[in-house]
């Protein structure tokens, strides 16, 4: 049977909020949070902290997580789990989970694994979900997708697609979750291939894989909880937290790099 791995890249150095993977949120380091939501997820076999900073390996292996210590020159979350896939090849599949979501939904990296075991022709997953009122996909911090009839990516953008000519308004606009599932193989096939036109147009990592011809499959879910990029956003998080708010519709920017 194949084995799936759930890799959670965490770095120091944020540009906005040094440090944020050992904020203390609700009383824990917001990368434990993570962490704690990813053991609840069945369909993983295995879950691994990828970071270059031994403050952050010290933190995750004090509560008892497995640390993969990788190169400081990495400059995205999906090379920095690529180094770790290269030597984990146990693992047919990989799970690249946010390290900055703490209310990462254990049930939606399971669906993702799930949909990869059943379908031995694809290569890549992602999720999505419709926006609660269409003025929020207005906003470029919101990556929108848009889908073919089986729920594949044809693609992805900070500007609102699709245009809607006639009845601006009337349209279901979907909004990008930044979590993925890959084979192995693909993984390490995307970290060696170039950055590509619209890529780089948009600043959108996922787009490589369409230009390069990978099916993106989309798993529709019913809303998305924020990430942390700012102190503000931490302090919105354990509000959130403690009052037991439901999931949001995607004000927040997603992760993309």
């Not at 924020?226 to 439901?246: I, N, Q, W, Y």
Request: with cysteine; net charge positive.
């Amino acid at each position: 049977m194949s084995k799936t791995v759930g890799i959670i890249p965490a770095r120091w150095g944020s540009t906005r909020f040094p440090g944020k993977a050992l904020h203390p949120i609700a009383g824990k380091p917001l990368l434990q949070h993570v962490w704690e939501r990813c053991r609840r997820a069945r369909k993983l076999d295995h879950i691994i902290v990828a970071t270059d900073d031994f403050r952050i390996a010290e933190a995750a292996f004090s509560w008892g997580a497995e640390v993969a210590v990788t190169s400081a020159q990495h400059s995205s979350g999906t090379d920095r789990i690529a180094e770790v896939a290269a030597k984990a090849k146990q693992f047919a599949h990989v799970v690249n989970i946010q390290g900055d979501e703490p209310m990462i939904d254990p049930k939606l990296i399971d669906r993702l694994v799930l949909a990869l075991k059943q379908d031995r022709k694809l290569e890549m997953i992602t999720a999505a979900h419709p926006f609660a009122e269409p003025e929020e996909a207005a906003s470029p911090h919101q990556v929108k997708v848009v889908l073919n009839r089986q729920n594949e990516a044809l693609y992805f953008s900070r500007s609102v697609i699709p245009f809607v000519r006639d009845r601006p308004g009337s349209h279901q606009y979907f909004r990008h979750q930044g979590i993925y599932g890959y084979t192995r193989g693909l993984l390490l096939r995307f970290v060696r291939w170039k950055s590509t036109p619209l890529e780089c147009a948009e600043s959108l990592e996922q787009l490589r894989a369409l230009e390069n011809g990978v099916r993106i499959k989309v798993v529709m879910t019913g809303g998305g909880w924020p990430g942390v990029d700012t102190p503000e956003d931490a302090r919105m998080m354990e509000r959130l937290m403690s009052s037991g708010e439901k999931r949001s519709s995607g004000r927040k920017r997603p992760k993309q790099r």
